[in-house]
């Protein structure tokens, strides 16, 4: 048994496979499947190792910021290429957020968030929270910066 993540598109499944695999390593397009006039009806990828099924479904049904594909970055340089990419003629969201053109919505995440959250002191994780909403686009070193700062006011008043 597998789980895949099914997008379905109006006419731009093989587009979105294409710019999907292209920005994230480790992936690549597994299937194309076509109709009898050769139009790509289907096509199958991994991005990162996740399969995914992304279907030309020529019904108009928008996605919804309600589902997302998550994406973890190590380094800031990750994020800023896979942000530059995604929101590419999208729109950018709040706290890493984006919807890239065809209107699927990306949380572009650094992997230093969870490690910073995990050993936070309430006021610091309130802080580094509070940093992460008012961003767009994330900045590594602005959420390094929210945890010492809440570091440094617990100092001062203790």
């Known amino acids: ?18 710019l999907y695999t292209s920005v994230l390593p480790a992936s690549k397009i597994l299937d194309r499947q076509r109709a009898a006039d050769g139009r790509v009806t289907t096509v199958v990828f ?12 020529r019904s108009r049904l928008p996605f919804t ?17 896979v942000w530059a990419e995604l929101s590419d ?8 957020s984006l919807t890239d053109r065809f209107g699927v919505t990306w949380q572009i995440i650094p992997r230093t968030l969870g490690e910073l959250l995990t050993d936070a002191e309430p006021d610091a994780s ?17 959420l390094v910066d929210a ?11 203790s």
């Not at 991005?47 to 995914?52: K, M, P, Y």
């Not at 997302?68 to 994020?79: G, M, R």
């Not at 309130?126 to 602005?142: D, V």
């Not at 809440?150 to 001062?156: Q, Y």
Request: with cysteine; hydrophobic share 40%.
């Open 46 to 57: 991994e991005l990162a190792g996740q399969r995914l099924v992304a279907y030309n479904g």
């Open 147 to 157: 945890c010492a700062r809440a570091s440094v006011i617990r100092t001062l008043t």
């Open 89 to 96: 003629g999208g729109e950018p969201g709040p706290g890493g």
């Open 126 to 142: 309130e802080r580094i929270l509070t940093a992460l909403h008012a961003m767009t686009k994330i900045s590594i070193q602005g």
């Open 1 to 18: 048994m597998q789980v895949s993540t099914f997008l379905w598109f109006d006419d731009q499944a093989e587009e979105a496979a294409e």
């Open 65 to 81: 910021p309600a589902l997302s594909l998550y994406v973890t970055c190590d380094t800031q340089e990750d994020i800023d290429t």
